[in-house]
C-alpha cells in the first residue's frame, strides 16, 4: 500500500462549488504539505503543517483552506472553487532527519478541473 | 518565487548518453534536493546535498553543489529510456522546500 494517499485522483467541479481534496499517510511523519502543480511552473506551495495543532499559509494560500484532523491526515478545502484553481494537487509529508535532513514523500496528485 | 531555476528547459539524448541538468538558485540554503517526476505522476525524492558537501552519489546519479555560484547539477551516467521523466531541484532553508521550475528529459531508444 502506498504511503501517502489522495483521494479523489481526479475531480472535476463547477466555479463556486465547495471542494475538498484528502491526504492521509501511513509514515508516521509530523509534517504534512499542499502544493499545487501548473504546467511550467514547479510546485507552489499553498499551505503546511508540522503537527496537529500548527497550521500556516504557504505562497499561494488565498482562496484555500486546511484541516489537520490526525498527525495521519491533512486535508485541502476550496470554499468557492474558480476556474484559475484548475490545476494538479500534491500532498507531501517528512520528518526532520539528522542535520535538518527533511526529503518529502509524495502523493500521487488529485487533478482538478474547474469549469 | 521559484527559489530555482532548472537549465535547460528540456533535453533529448539517445540510450547510453549522460544527461546534465543544472539548478541555480538565490539564498543561502541548509540542503538542495533533486526530485524526479514521471508524467502527472508524485514527485519521487532522489538525493539530498547538504550545503557544506561539494559532491554526491547515488548508483548512477552524481549531484555536485557550488555554494559561492548558488549552483547545483544532476548528471545521470548511462541514460535509460526509463530516466525519460522531469527532474525539480528543491532547495531548503527554513523547514519548507522551494522547487524550481523543472528539466524535462527524454531518452530516445
Known amino acids: 500500500d502506498a504511503d501517502v494517499t489522495q483521494t479523489p485522483r481526479n475531480r472535476i467541479t463547477k466555479t463556486g462549488k465547495r471542494i475538498m481534496l484528502e491526504c492521509s499517510q501511513t509514515?508516521?511523519?509530523?509534517?504534512m504539505y499542499w502544493y499545487r502543480q501548473d504546467p511550467g511552473l514547479g510546485l507552489r506551495l499553498i499551505y503546511y503543517?508540522?503537527?496537529?495543532?500548527?497550521?500556516n499559509k504557504g505562497e499561494i494560500s488565498d482562496g484555500y483552506s486546511v484541516s489537520r484532523q490526525a498527525q495521519a491526515k491533512f486535508s485541502l478545502s476550496l470554499e468557492s472553487a474558480i476556474p484559475n484553481q484548475t490545476a494538479l494537487y500534491f500532498c507531501?509529508?517528512?520528518?526532520?532527519?539528522?542535520?535538518?535532513?527533511?526529503?518529502?514523500?509524495f502523493g500521487p496528485g488529485t487533478r482538478l478541473t474547474v469549469l | 518565487s521559484q527559489q530555482g531555476e532548472e537549465d535547460p528547459q528540456a533535453l533529448s539524448i539517445q540510450e547510453g548518453e549522460n544527461a546534465t541538468m543544472n539548478c541555480s538558485y538565490k539564498?543561502?540554503?541548509?540542503?538542495l534536493q533533486w526530485y524526479r517526476q514521471n508524467s502527472g505522476r508524485g514527485l519521487v525524492h532522489l538525493i539530498l546535498?547538504?550545503?557544506?558537501?561539494r559532491e554526491k552519489h547515488s548508483g548512477r546519479l552524481r549531484v555536485t553543489l557550488d555554494t559561492s555560484k548558488k549552483s547545483s547539477s544532476l548528471l545521470i551516467t548511462a541514460s535509460r529510456a526509463a530516466d525519460t521523466a522531469s527532474y525539480f531541484c528543491?532547495?531548503?532553508?527554513?523547514?519548507?522546500?522551494?522547487f524550481g521550475t523543472g528539466t524535462r528529459l527524454q531518452v530516445f531508444p
Open positions: 509514515k508516521g511523519h509530523d509534517r
Open positions: 546535498i547538504r550545503s557544506n558537501e
Open positions: 539564498t543561502s540554503i541548509n540542503n
Open positions: 528543491a532547495t531548503a532553508l527554513t523547514d519548507k522546500l522551494i
Open positions: 507531501a509529508t517528512s520528518d526532520l532527519g539528522l542535520a535538518g535532513d527533511n526529503e518529502q514523500f
Open positions: 503543517s508540522f503537527d496537529v495543532k500548527d497550521i
